[in-house]
């Protein structure tokens, strides 16, 4: 059509890709009309953009019940999941190139969504929702991306989607097989069977349970970086080694931050590393040559151990059970603390998190205490999934501390010096433990799994941790 007067085009261009198959073998050449989306003005030619993605803490809970239940994991593939998107804006959009002669100044006015509009990850994902409640799904709500439903007899059908990507599961095979058939009819649908590769997680099933690695990706960063031939680290961070701010010869930032980058997304699968990867993303801005030293020793670490991965094994307990730990004042530049928590499902780890704390904390107490609201924090969303999936959780939540000044804290409301400035953690937690929702068993330090989370540990206790983590190489020689 002719272009309205007072409204601009968005131009688009070609993007050709060529596939491979995993023997290195071209599949197909691929070539797709984008959109160039950042010209789009807010407000006129898009408004909302958000669209959630499936959380990995939520993948790992599903594939510890997964399991424990025996349940078939199934994976689907969305075939240019953005291009069935409703628009609700006017778009209008450049002639595609080589096109021009045919239509001459006619502009597209697009009535879905393409790749490259700022409003496409939104679009389809509100026209994923829409089909899976049309088929009696419900949407979870401590984490969106998550549909379950519920059949007469107690059987479940559990569909967690992250953009394109599908993960069906569940003992209700009837209703998996028919809900696939109407995604098929919506959508168009490729089948990848059990599920073996999400999103660069590489996934293997026995009948002892499920473990998930990412060697292929370790491989191919060694290989990027110029590392394949390095030698090997035992532990990931020098436990003697503090890093500054400042440092003497500053190093690419850019390359800096692309490998910590793919640092980040490899820790989800390696908690191992997820203190040390912390540690080197707070120098993202202005990166040294120690920084990039630190990024190399993790890397050389990795050399050692590329097809360690989580374990998701058969287990009796049904329970939740949290660690948390804190390494008081641990920065060098503002002595600020770092807490750590990990929480276990049915007996295997499922969420972590190492982050520095956003205060200064005057006590170790004070500093376990605020590691303590974080942790409870992750275990009530836990139970809230859990809750979604109508599974039967063990109350109360057991959440395991080495400090007894912070456990004794959260049992006796005394008011002291200690607690003035962490009045709202101490409430917070209080009022849990009140309702029966947590309970506080002490651990010793030596038993305190979040120790591996707050500071760099030498090699035997790094390993006896790493253990306690259910970290497993199924590459490595028996």
């Given at each position: ?9 968005v131009?688009c ?7 491979y ?19 789009q ?11 959630p ?7 790992r ?10 349940w ?5 593939d ?8 409703d628009l ?6 450049d ?6 002669d045919?239509?001459g100044?006619n502009v ?21 929702t829409?089909?899976?409640?049309k088929?009696?799904y419900?949407?979870g709500q ?5 549909f ?7 059987k479940?059908a559990?569909?967690?989607?992250y953009v394109d990507?599908?993960?069906?599961t ?6 998996m097989?028919?809900?696939k ?6 959508f ?6 059990s599920?073996r590769?999400?999103l ?17 990706y ?27 701010e ?6 690419d ?10 640092l980040?997304?490899l820790s ?12 080197v ?5 202005s990166?040294?040559?120690e920084?990039l ?19 998701f094994?058969k ?5 939740v059970?949290?660690f ?9 530049t503002?002595?600020?603390s ?5 929480a276990y ?6 969420t972590w ?6 205060v ?6 004070e500093?376990?205490?605020?590691a ?6 992750e275990?009530?969303?836990i139970?809230r999934v859990?809750e ?30 200690r607690t003035?400035?962490i009045?709202i ?9 009140d ?8 651990v010793?330090?030596?038993?305190q799994?979040?120790?591996?989370l707050t500071k ?7 390993e ?14 028996t």
């Amino acid at each position: 059509m002719t272009l309205p007067d007072g409204k601009k085009t968005v131009g688009c261009k070609w993007v050709f890709t060529v596939k491979y198959n995993s023997d290195g073998s071209i599949e197909r050449y691929k070539a797709r009309l984008v959109a160039k989306g950042f010209t789009q003005t807010y407000g006129i030619d898009y408004s909302e953009t958000f669209a959630p993605v499936a959380k990995l803490n939520t993948v790992r809970i599903l594939l510890s019940v997964a399991a424990n239940l025996d349940w078939p994991l199934h994976q689907l593939d969305v075939k240019n999941a953005f291009l069935n998107g409703d628009l609700e804006e006017e778009v209008y959009m450049d002639i595609p190139p080589g096109f021009e002669d045919r239509f001459g100044s006619n502009v597209c006015k697009l009535n879905r969504s393409l790749y490259g509009l700022k409003q496409s990850p939104r679009a389809w994902f509100e026209k994923f929702t829409q089909s899976m409640k049309k088929q009696g799904y419900v949407q979870g709500q401590a984490d969106h991306t998550l549909f379950t439903k519920f059949s007469q007899d107690g059987k479940v059908a559990v569909l967690i989607v992250y953009v394109d990507d599908i993960v069906l599961t569940g003992n209700d095979t009837v209703e998996m097989g028919r809900v696939k058939e109407k995604l098929a009819a919506d959508f168009e649908i490729k089948d990848l069977g059990s599920m073996r590769y999400f999103l660069g997680m590489e996934v293997a099933r026995s009948k002892d349970g499920i473990v998930v690695s990412q060697q292929k990706y370790i491989i191919d960063l060694l290989k990027e970086t110029g590392m394949s031939g390095c030698r090997p680290a035992d532990t990931p961070m020098d436990p003697n080694a503090k890093l500054w701010e400042k440092g003497n010869v500053p190093v690419d930032t850019g390359r800096y931050q692309r490998l910590v980058g793919k640092l980040i997304y490899l820790s989800h699968t390696r908690p191992d590393i997820a203190f040390s990867v912390s540690v080197v993303s707070q120098f993202m801005h202005s990166p040294f040559e120690e920084h990039l030293e630190a990024v190399y020793r993790i890397l050389r670490y990795l050399k050692a151990t590329p097809g360690k991965g989580l374990f998701f094994r058969k287990t009796n307990e049904r329970n939740v059970s949290i660690f948390t730990d804190a390494d008081w004042a641990g920065s060098i530049t503002d002595r600020r603390s770092t807490s750590g928590y990990c929480a276990y499902v049915w007996g295997n780890l499922v969420t972590w998190r190492s982050k520095k704390q956003g205060v200064v904390a005057r006590s170790s107490a004070e500093a376990e205490f605020r590691a303590m609201a974080q942790g409870i924090c992750e275990g009530l969303w836990i139970h809230r999934v859990l809750e979604e999936l109508k599974m039967k959780i063990e109350l109360p939540l057991k959440l395991y501390s080495d400090s007894k000044a912070a456990i004794s804290i959260a049992h006796n409301p005394v008011q002291h010096d200690r607690t003035k400035h962490i009045e709202i953690d101490r409430h917070f937690i209080k009022e849990k433990l009140d309702a029966g929702i947590i309970c506080l068993p002490f651990v010793t330090s030596s038993q305190q799994t979040a120790d591996i989370l707050t500071k760099s540990l030498a090699r035997p206790t790094f390993e006896h941790l790493i253990g306690k983590l259910g970290m497993t190489d199924i590459y490595a020689p028996t």
